[in-house]
């Protein structure tokens, strides 16, 4: 997908599919080594706007 579907509000329908996304997409980043400290500041960074989209 794009960025900008991304950018886009997310239905409560679809905020289990966004989530597996970034699952997915984090399961990428660490195999490309990325520190574990930046690693889970963009998780949480990820999480925390997830969340305030979905409010």
């Known amino acids: 997908s794009t960025s900008h579907d991304m950018e886009q509000p997310t239905i409560n329908q679809d905020s289990s599919k ?5 699952l997915v997409t984090i399961h990428l980043m660490a195999k490309r ?5 930046e690693a ?6 990820i999480m925390l706007r997830m969340l305030l989209k979905q409010q």
């Open 18 to 22: 966004s989530i597996e996304t970034t």
């Open 33 to 37: 080594s990325i520190r574990p400290r």
């Open 40 to 45: 889970s500041a963009i998780i949480g960074d």
